[in-house]
């Protein structure tokens, strides 16, 4: 099976911009979650869906938003880009069997390298 | 709230020998799933073993192994035989629910 695959894998914007980052799961996978990877604040959890439903959200502001489409795939979308939004954001999929299942396994992608000047 | 701590931000070993990695975590969940990953250069992170907290007896894959010990809230994992491409940072993680809770990592450097 192919793996999780993310684009573009390289942006640069500038303040005050917005951003849309997508991400493709492993096939059957249901499951889509976020996380911000900064040298400061490490791997911080952003958001999870599950069957186009928004299930779990970590502590970023508003700015961040997400949503998943029917095919699973996944889209995140940063608003108004500050120069603390520079980092590597990495997409994760779960092959989560049941709206009710508690954690399964995160596959990562290769992540997506966001520049902001 | 849930926390991860890894109390070795970096650790270096020889070809062929072994290391443990330590990783200590705090969490309320009854119903939780402990991971190792880990991130080389290329920054893909990369599974390495995962550990069911109901499951008393300790992963194991290959030349990983972890030493899991619920009571003392302590996941610590041991790589054996080491080699040249084991040379990245490795993660501990905490899974509850849809959200993993990393640690701040430790960057192993096998030597030749």
């Known amino acids: 099976k192919a793996g999780v695959t993310q684009t573009p894998r390289y942006l640069i914007k500038t303040r005050g911009q917005q951003v849309t980052l997508s991400c493709s799961p492993i096939?059957?996978?249901?499951?889509v979650s976020w996380y911000q990877q900064t040298p400061g604040q490490g791997l911080q959890f952003l958001f999870e869906?599950?069957?186009?439903?928004?299930?779990n959200k970590g502590n970023f502001p508003g700015r961040f938003s997400g949503r998943q489409f029917s095919n699973s795939r996944s889209e995140m979308n940063v608003s108004t880009l500050e120069l603390g939004d520079s980092a590597l954001y990495l997409c994760?999929?779960?092959?989560?069997?049941?709206?009710?299942?508690?954690?399964?396994?995160?596959?990562f992608g290769p992540g997506t390298r966001l520049t902001v000047l | 709230a849930q926390t991860v701590t890894q109390s070795q931000p970096e650790m270096s070993v020889q070809e062929a020998e072994t290391v443990t990695l330590s990783c200590t975590y705090d969490?309320?969940?009854?119903?939780?799933?402990l991971f190792w990953y880990k991130q080389p250069p290329s920054r893909q992170m990369i599974l390495v073993i995962r550990?069911?907290?109901?499951?008393?007896q300790n992963a194991t894959e290959n030349r990983f192994s972890v030493n899991f010990q619920k009571a003392a809230k302590s996941f610590s994992l041991k790589i054996s035989d080491s080699q040249l491409g084991d040379t990245a940072m490795y993660f501990c993680?905490?899974?509850?629910?849809?959200?993993?809770?990393f640690g701040e990592g430790t960057q192993l450097t096998v030597n030749p």
């Open positions: 550990q069911e907290a109901y499951k008393q």
């Open positions: 869906y599950f069957s186009e439903t928004q299930r």
């Open positions: 096939s059957g996978h249901r499951s």
């Open positions: 969490t309320s969940e009854s119903n939780y799933y």
């Open positions: 993680a905490l899974g509850s629910g849809s959200r993993l809770t």
């Open positions: 994760a999929s779960s092959l989560i069997r049941s709206s009710g299942a508690s954690t399964d396994t995160q596959y």
